[in-house]
C-alpha cells in the first residue's frame, strides 16, 4: 500500500518535471514495472515515434518555410563568423585606413600579448566557480529536498540570485566590498585581512569568483533541484534499505543524476568562458594589474576598447578552436560516465 | 540519444561562438544606430542653404561632463547666438578613451561628428591615420581664418604639433598637473611650505605620519601614469621614449620607462604605500575625495580639477608646482599640456566645413579662451587668451590658477619636454597602470613591473607601426 502511493508520487512527480533523459534509469534495479505505461502515455501526448513522410504540393513551400531559420543563421551566424575570419587576416589602423593583407600576422600578436596568462586566468576561473557553484547547488538541493512544507519558499528564495543581472548584482557586490565604504569590506578588515581589491589582484580575482558562483549556485541549483525530484522515490526508498548517508547519494542518487549534472557542467563551463563579462567589467576592468583578464575581457579590451578588429578577429578564432577542443574533450570524458537508461 | 545530445551542444557551442563572433566582426556597427540619431540632424539641413532661419547643424562630440560640460554649452550657446548660419550642438560622449573609441566607431561607419574632441594620448592615433581629418591649419586656410602654430602657448603648441610644426587639431582643454596640499594639515605638523623635491616629500609624510595624518599624498586615479611617469619625465627633464618621444618616427620606438630616476620614484611611492603615505586605488576610482575630505594631505592632480577641489576642500589648500628629483641638473624643465584638442573629421557635407572653422575661430578667440580659463581650472591656450587674462588681473587674485601656467612656460621645451607622441599610448598607459598597481600592492618591485611594462608597452608600439605603415 505505502508502496503503491511511492510509486504513484514518482510517476507524477517524474513527468511533472518533464526530464525525459533520467525517467528510465532504473533496468539495472530492475522496478521498471510500472513505468513503462507511464512513459508511452506521455510519449503519446508528445510527438510520434515514428516519422510519416510529409508530401508537399510543390518544392518551394519546404524552402519558403525553413527560409526564416536559414536567414536567421546566415545573418546572425555565419556571416559575421566569415567576417571575423576575414578580419583575422587584415591589418589596418584604428580607423580601418590602409588595410592590407597581414596573413598570421594578427594570430601571433594574439598569442604574445600575455595569452597565457588569460589563459591561465581562465581556466582557473572556470575550474574554481564551475566546481563550487555545482557543488553548492547540489548541496542546496539536496537540502531543500529533505525539507517539509516549506520546500516552496526554499526554492523560491535560493533561486533568486540568478533573477539579477550580472550588471545589478556587479554593482551591489562593488558596493559591499567598496575597501573604505563597504559593510562586507569591513567585515574582512575586521578579521585582520587588508582588504583592497582595486589594488590586490588575488583579492581581485576572488572578488570575481565569488559573484559568479553566487549567481551560477542559484542556477545549478534549479537544475540540481528538477534532477532529484525526477529520480522515483521507490528507487530511494529501495536504497535506504541497503545503504545511508553518504554510501546512498555516492551510489545512488549521484549517478541517477548523471545527466543534469553533465547538462549543467556544460552550462557553467560555457558561462564561465562566455558570460562572465558584464562582472569583469563592472568590478575591476580586468585589472589590477590584468589579474581579472579572461580571454573574453581581453577579446573586449582589443576589439572594443582599442578597436583592432584583427586583432580581435583572431582572438575570436583561437577562443573558437579552444571552447571546441574542450566540449571534444568534455564530451568524450563523460560519455563513458553518464547514464541516460 | 546520445550522440544526438552531443550533437546539440556542440551546435549551441558554435552558435554561442557565432553571436560572439557577431559581436566582434561589426564593431562599427554596434554604435551605428546610437550615432546615426546625431547624424540625422547632420545632414538633415543640407537640402536648405545656410540662413537665419534654417542654420546648419555642427555636431561636436566632448568628454566634458559636470560643470565643465555646462560651462562649455555655455560658449555652444554664445556661439549659436553670435550668427545664424550654424547651429553648433555639443554631446557629452563619456570620458575621453570613449569619445576617441565612438570616434573610430563612428567614423568607420561613416556617421562620424563634424568636430570630435580626442584627448592628448589619443593624438597619435588620429594624426597618422590621415584621409580621417581634415587638417585644421588647411581648414582655416581654405576659409582665410588667421591661425598659425605660433598664436599657442608654447606646451600646447609643441604638444600637438605634426612633423611641419604645423597643428592638425587644434588645442583646447590644456591642463599640466600641479600639487595641491592642505594648508591646515601641513601647518599641523609644522610645515610651511610645500615640498619642492621628492626626498621633502618623503620627510613630510613622515612629519604628517607623526600627527597621526596618515596619507600624505595621493596621485590623480585615472591619470596616475600620466602625473608620476610622462608628466614626471617632462618636468625632470627625462627621456620618456627613443625618437624623441616619438616624435621623429614611428617606427622602432621603444619605452625609456626602467631609466633610474622613473625606477626610483616608483619604488619611492610603492615603499610609502607600504606604510600608508601614498593611496591610489587603481584607475576606476577617484582619488579627489582622499584629498577633499582630508585623508591624504598633499595631491597630484590636473589643474583642470581645481575648480571640483574648490568645491568640495572645506579647508583652506594652496597649489605648488610639482616636486622635483632630488639633485638632477635638468630639473625643473618644463611641462606639457594634457587634455585634448579638436579634430575635424573628414567626409562631411561641404557646406558644414565654413562652420567648424568659424566655431574653432570662436574658441580659439582671446574672449572665450579667457571665459573658459576663467571658469575651469584650464590654462588659456592662445598667448592672446593669456595675456587678455593677464590684463584683467584674473592671476593677481587667483594664484592658484598661475601655477600650472608657470609649469608649461617655465623653460622652452627640449627634445624630451615637447610631449609624448606614442601611437596608441591609451593602450600603453593601461600597461603601465597595471604596473603600478603591482608596485603599489607589493606584488612586483619597481624593477621588475617596469621592466615588464615596457616590453608589453614596446609591443603595442610595434603593432602601431605595422598598423600604420601602410
Known amino acids: 500500500m505505502t508502496i503503491n502511493a511511492s510509486e504513484k508520487s514518482a510517476i507524477s512527480s517524474g513527468t511533472e518535471a518533464g526530464f525525459t533523459p533520467s525517467e528510465e534509469p532504473t533496468t539495472e534495479l530492475g522496478v521498471k514495472t510500472s513505468r513503462k505505461s507511464s512513459r508511452r502515455s506521455t510519449s503519446s501526448t508528445g510527438t510520434p515515434s515514428n516519422f510519416l513522410p510529409v508530401s508537399f504540393p510543390n518544392k518551394f513551400l519546404p524552402l519558403l518555410l525553413i527560409l526564416p531559420e536559414v536567414l536567421v543563421v546566415a545573418v546572425f551566424f555565419i556571416w559575421p563568423s566569415a567576417q571575423a575570419i576575414y578580419q583575422s587576416t587584415i591589418q589596418s589602423n584604428a580607423f580601418g585606413l590602409g588595410s592590407k593583407f597581414a596573413g598570421l600576422a594578427n594570430f601571433k600578436a594574439a598569442l604574445a600579448s600575455g595569452y597565457t596568462r588569460s589563459l591561465t586566468i581562465t581556466a582557473i576561473f572556470t575550474l574554481v566557480?564551475?566546481?563550487?557553484?555545482?557543488?553548492?547547488?547540489?548541496?542546496?538541493?539536496?537540502?531543500?529536498?529533505?525539507?517539509?512544507?516549506?520546500?516552496?519558499?526554499?526554492?523560491?528564495?535560493?533561486?533568486?540570485?540568478?533573477?539579477?543581472?550580472?550588471?545589478?548584482?556587479?554593482?551591489?557586490?562593488?558596493?559591499?566590498?567598496?575597501?573604505?565604504?563597504?559593510?562586507?569590506?569591513?567585515?574582512?578588515?575586521?578579521?585582520?585581512?587588508?582588504?583592497?581589491?582595486?589594488?590586490?589582484?588575488?583579492?581581485?580575482?576572488?572578488?570575481?569568483?565569488?559573484?559568479?558562483?553566487?549567481?551560477?549556485?542559484?542556477?545549478?541549483?534549479?537544475?540540481?533541484?528538477?534532477?532529484?525530484?525526477?529520480?522515483?522515490?521507490?528507487?530511494?526508498?529501495?536504497?535506504?534499505?541497503?545503504?545511508?548517508?553518504?554510501?546512498?547519494?555516492?551510489?545512488?542518487?549521484?549517478?541517477?543524476?548523471?545527466?543534469?549534472?553533465?547538462?549543467?557542467?556544460?552550462?557553467?563551463?560555457?558561462?564561465?568562458?562566455?558570460?562572465?563579462?558584464?562582472?569583469?567589467?563592472?568590478?575591476?576592468?580586468?585589472?589590477?594589474?590584468?589579474?581579472?583578464?579572461?580571454?573574453?575581457?581581453?577579446?573586449?579590451?582589443?576589439?572594443?576598447?582599442?578597436?583592432?578588429?584583427?586583432?580581435?578577429?583572431?582572438e575570436t578564432l583561437l577562443l573558437f578552436v579552444l571552447s571546441a577542443i574542450l566540449l571534444l574533450l568534455q564530451s568524450r570524458i563523460t560519455r563513458r560516465r553518464v547514464h541516460y537508461r | 540519444m546520445l550522440s544526438q545530445s552531443n550533437k546539440k551542444k556542440t551546435t549551441a557551442l558554435i552558435a554561442s561562438l557565432g553571436f560572439l563572433a557577431a559581436a566582434c566582426g561589426s564593431t562599427a556597427s554596434a554604435t551605428t544606430s546610437t550615432v546615426a540619431k546625431s547624424t540625422t540632424t547632420t545632414t538633415e539641413p543640407l537640402t536648405g542653404n545656410a540662413n537665419a532661419s534654417n542654420p546648419i547643424t555642427i555636431t561636436v562630440w566632448t568628454a566634458f561632463s559636470g560643470v565643465l560640460g555646462q560651462t562649455f554649452n555655455n560658449l555652444v550657446d554664445q556661439f549659436n547666438a553670435s550668427q545664424g548660419n550654424y547651429k553648433v550642438v555639443a554631446v557629452y560622449k563619456g570620458p575621453y578613451a570613449?569619445?576617441?573609441?565612438?570616434?573610430?566607431?563612428?567614423?568607420?561607419?561613416?556617421?562620424?561628428?563634424?568636430?570630435?574632441?580626442?584627448?592628448?594620448?589619443?593624438?597619435?592615433?588620429?594624426?597618422?591615420?590621415?584621409?580621417?581629418?581634415?587638417?585644421?591649419?588647411?581648414?582655416?586656410?581654405?576659409?582665410?581664418?588667421?591661425?598659425?602654430?605660433?598664436?599657442?602657448?608654447?606646451?600646447?603648441?609643441?604638444?600637438?604639433?605634426?612633423?611641419?610644426?604645423?597643428?592638425?587639431?587644434?588645442?583646447?582643454?590644456?591642463?599640466?598637473?600641479?600639487?595641491?596640499?592642505?594648508?591646515?594639515?601641513?601647518?599641523?605638523?609644522?610645515?610651511?611650505?610645500?615640498?619642492?623635491?621628492?626626498?621633502?616629500?618623503?620627510?613630510?609624510?613622515?612629519?604628517?605620519?607623526?600627527?597621526?595624518?596618515?596619507?600624505?599624498?595621493?596621485?590623480?586615479?585615472?591619470?596616475?601614469?600620466?602625473?608620476?611617469?610622462?608628466?614626471?619625465?617632462?618636468?625632470?627633464?627625462?627621456?620618456?621614449?627613443?625618437?624623441?618621444?616619438?616624435?621623429?618616427?614611428?617606427?622602432?620606438?621603444?619605452?625609456?620607462?626602467?631609466?633610474?630616476?622613473?625606477?626610483?620614484?616608483?619604488?619611492?611611492?610603492?615603499?610609502?604605500?607600504?606604510?600608508?603615505?601614498?593611496?591610489?586605488?587603481?584607475?576606476?576610482?577617484?582619488?579627489?575625495?582622499?584629498?577633499?575630505?582630508?585623508?591624504?594631505?598633499?595631491?597630484?592632480?590636473?589643474?583642470?580639477?581645481?575648480?571640483?577641489?574648490?568645491?568640495?576642500?572645506?579647508?583652506?589648500?594652496?597649489?605648488?608646482?610639482?616636486?622635483?628629483?632630488?639633485?638632477?641638473?635638468?630639473?625643473?624643465?618644463?611641462?606639457?599640456?594634457?587634455?585634448?584638442?579638436?579634430?575635424?573629421?573628414?567626409?562631411?557635407?561641404?557646406?558644414?566645413?565654413?562652420?567648424?572653422?568659424?566655431?574653432?575661430?570662436?574658441?580659439?578667440s582671446p574672449t572665450t579662451q579667457s571665459y573658459w580659463a576663467s571658469h575651469t581650472g584650464y590654462v588659456p591656450v592662445t598667448k592672446a587668451g593669456s595675456q587678455l587674462l593677464g590684463q584683467q588681473n584674473f592671476y593677481a587674485s587667483h594664484p592658484n590658477d598661475l601655477v600650472a601656467v608657470n609649469e608649461l612656460n617655465n623653460k622652452p621645451p627640449t627634445a624630451y619636454s615637447k610631449g609624448i607622441r606614442l601611437g596608441y599610448l591609451p593602450e600603453v598607459r593601461a600597461v603601465e597602470a597595471s604596473a603600478i598597481a603591482d608596485i603599489l600592492s607589493g606584488k612586483q618591485t619597481a624593477q621588475a613591473a617596469l621592466a615588464s611594462a615596457r616590453t608589453q608597452g614596446n609591443a603595442i608600439l610595434q603593432q602601431f607601426a605595422a598598423q600604420y605603415n601602410g
Not at chain 1, 555545482?134 to 525539507?147: D, K, N, P, R, Y
Open chain 1, 129 to 314: 566557480t564551475t566546481v563550487v557553484s555545482m557543488a553548492i547547488g547540489l548541496l542546496l538541493a539536496m537540502q531543500v529536498e529533505q525539507t517539509g512544507r516549506f520546500r516552496p519558499i526554499y526554492r523560491t528564495l535560493f533561486i533568486w540570485s540568478y533573477a539579477v543581472p550580472g550588471a545589478v548584482a556587479g554593482t551591489i557586490w562593488l558596493f559591499l566590498f567598496e575597501p573604505k565604504i563597504g559593510p562586507g569590506a569591513k567585515l574582512l578588515q575586521s578579521m585582520g585581512i587588508h582588504w583592497n581589491f582595486a589594488l590586490s589582484g588575488s583579492q581581485a580575482f576572488t572578488l570575481i569568483c565569488a559573484m559568479t558562483i553566487w549567481q551560477q549556485c542559484a542556477y545549478n541549483y534549479i537544475f540540481f533541484s528538477a534532477g532529484l525530484q525526477a529520480i522515483p522515490a521507490n528507487v530511494i526508498e529501495a536504497a535506504g534499505l541497503d545503504c545511508k548517508g553518504w554510501q546512498k547519494f555516492k551510489y545512488i542518487i549521484f549517478p541517477l543524476l548523471s545527466p543534469t549534472t553533465l547538462f549543467v557542467l556544460i552550462l557553467d563551463v560555457l558561462s564561465a568562458l562566455f558570460g562572465s563579462f558584464s562582472v569583469i567589467d563592472i568590478v575591476s576592468q580586468g585589472g589590477p594589474g590584468g589579474s581579472t583578464t579572461t580571454l573574453v575581457y581581453a577579446l573586449y579590451r582589443d576589439g572594443f576598447q582599442n578597436g583592432d578588429v584583427g586583432l580581435a578577429g583572431a
Open chain 2, 98 to 364: 570613449t569619445v576617441l573609441a565612438d570616434t573610430i566607431a563612428a567614423y568607420k561607419a561613416n556617421a562620424a561628428p563634424n568636430i570630435t574632441q580626442i584627448f592628448d594620448a589619443g593624438t597619435a592615433t588620429i594624426m597618422d591615420a590621415q584621409g580621417a581629418y581634415v587638417p585644421v591649419y588647411k581648414l582655416m586656410k581654405e576659409n582665410n581664418i588667421p591661425f598659425s602654430t605660433s598664436e599657442f602657448i608654447g606646451g600646447a603648441a609643441s604638444y600637438y604639433e605634426n612633423n611641419q610644426g604645423n597643428l592638425d587639431s587644434m588645442p583646447f582643454n590644456s591642463s599640466t598637473p600641479v600639487l595641491y596640499y592642505n594648508k591646515t594639515e601641513l601647518a599641523n605638523a609644522g610645515i610651511t611650505t610645500p615640498p619642492a623635491t621628492w626626498s621633502q616629500v618623503q620627510a613630510d609624510a613622515d612629519l604628517l605620519a607623526q600627527k597621526g595624518q596618515k596619507c600624505a599624498l595621493t596621485s590623480s586615479g585615472a591619470y596616475v601614469m600620466w602625473t608620476d611617469l610622462e608628466e614626471f619625465a617632462m618636468w625632470n627633464g627625462l627621456q620618456y621614449a627613443t625618437n624623441n618621444n616619438g616624435y621623429s618616427s614611428i617606427n622602432n620606438v621603444s619605452l625609456n620607462i626602467t631609466a633610474q630616476p622613473f625606477v626610483d620614484h616608483m619604488a619611492m611611492l610603492g615603499s610609502m604605500a607600504q606604510k600608508g603615505e601614498y593611496v591610489w586605488n587603481g584607475t576606476s576610482t577617484s582619488t579627489v575625495p582622499l584629498f577633499t575630505n582630508g585623508t591624504c594631505a598633499m595631491y597630484e592632480q590636473s589643474s583642470a580639477s581645481l575648480t571640483t577641489i574648490a568645491a568640495g576642500a572645506q579647508f583652506p589648500f594652496g597649489v605648488a608646482p610639482l616636486p622635483t628629483v632630488d639633485g638632477s641638473n635638468s630639473a625643473p624643465q618644463n611641462t606639457v599640456v594634457g587634455g585634448a584638442s579638436m579634430w575635424v573629421m573628414a567626409g562631411q557635407p561641404s557646406n558644414t566645413y565654413a562652420g567648424d572653422a568659424q566655431f574653432l575661430q570662436f574658441l580659439k
